[in-house]
């Protein structure tokens, strides 16, 4: 069996007194897209320095396909591609001048480097722009060119620090993409404080808040911890008062939220007590109450739900 592709262990990073990481363990398989979740100063972009070498840890064992970053850092680079959140890009040079150039500072031979600089030119749509300066490109093949730089070797780990900020919505979907076709071949690390973002493209996630891991889970199975009992959303024509007073009667119905939204109708949003499935009772109850209903449906929780739910419950504690 094949180790992780990350193990981190009792890991802690400490900034002249500020403790940024506070001895955490993580591990990610490989072939995972992993979502590195965390407001601004989480310790995100710590954790990442770490794993890709450019910073020593205060404690710790971090290994990387098996190596260790502290004492086999040459043979983790050449297994990583980091793409930093910002792209530090040799804007006078060109795209192809440049991918060229970064495949062999990354070791790669004069006819290796030719092949991998046509396969990530293809892959990451910059063809068309191989020619031109990079400094005149937009933001959005400014970062298909960090992505491509952080792909020219072809690692085994793709690490990404917030790799779609300050792009346009056309641009962002593009880049998100291509990080979703990049996971069916690649160990994907991703940074970011855009919870859309881990949403879209992760498998599994990590929930980082001041220095601390406070969750590590797929995100399906996260949601079904957090929150064992779905709503329940309905669409219900009736008066307000009258949805009030009859919910509230009713002992399998635990919550109910009631908003209108157009005319006589209303979203009710409710969860059920002890787990129990409510949809064929309020087809039931709106028959018995005669009350036209046109939606019914399993409520979701979003990632930004499951991201306050942990944060509020550790302040709490």
């Not at 890709?52 to 098996?66: D, E, H, I, K, Q």
């Not at 970053?69 to 795209?95: K, S, W």
């Not at 991998?116 to 063809?127: H, N, Q, Y």
């Not at 002890?274 to 979003?302: D, K, S, Y």
Request: hydrophobic share 40%.
């Amino acid at each position: 069996m094949l180790e992780p592709m990350i193990e981190v262990v009792n890991l802690t990073k400490r900034y002249s007194g500020h403790l940024a990481v506070a001895n955490e363990s993580f591990t990610v398989e490989r072939g995972q897209v992993v979502g590195l979740l965390g407001p601004n100063g989480a310790g995100k972009s710590t954790i990442l320095r770490i794993l890709s070498c450019f910073l020593a840890a205060t404690s710790g064992t971090v290994r990387v396909a098996g190596y260790d970053v502290f004492t086999q850092a040459d043979e983790v680079r050449r297994r990583i591609g980091y793409m930093p959140e910002n792209n530090p890009l040799h804007l006078d040079m060109r795209v192809r001048e440049y991918l060229k150039f970064r495949a062999r500072l990354k070791g790669l031979g004069v006819s290796a480097s030719h092949q991998r600089v046509d396969a990530v030119m293809e892959m990451c749509s910059l063809t068309e722009v191989q020619k031109r300066i990079i400094g005149q490109l937009s933001k959005g093949f400014r970062q298909r060119v960090g992505l491509a730089d952080a792909l020219v070797h072809d690692p085994e780990l793709i690490i990404l620090d917030e790799p779609t900020i300050g792009l346009d919505p056309n641009q962002l979907r593009n880049v998100r993409q291509l990080i979703k076709d990049l996971g069916r071949k690649h160990t994907i690390l991703l940074s970011t404080h855009i919870l859309p973002e881990v949403e879209a493209t992760c498998s599994h996630v990590l929930i980082l808040h001041q220095g601390r891991i406070l969750a590590s889970d797929g995100t399906d199975n996260l949601h079904r911890k957090i929150f064992q009992r779905s709503p329940v959303v309905t669409e219900l024509s009736a008066a307000t008062n009258d949805l009030q007073e009859f919910f509230a009667t009713q002992p399998e119905v635990e919550t109910c939220d009631i908003i209108s939204i157009d005319g006589d109708w209303k979203r009710v949003t409710m969860t059920s007590r002890e787990g129990l499935e409510l949809r064929p009772q309020i087809c039931q109850w709106a028959c018995e109450q005669r009350w036209p209903m046109r939606e019914l449906t399993h409520g979701r929780h979003t990632l930004e739900d499951v991201f306050v739910k942990i944060t509020r419950t550790e302040k709490e504690e």
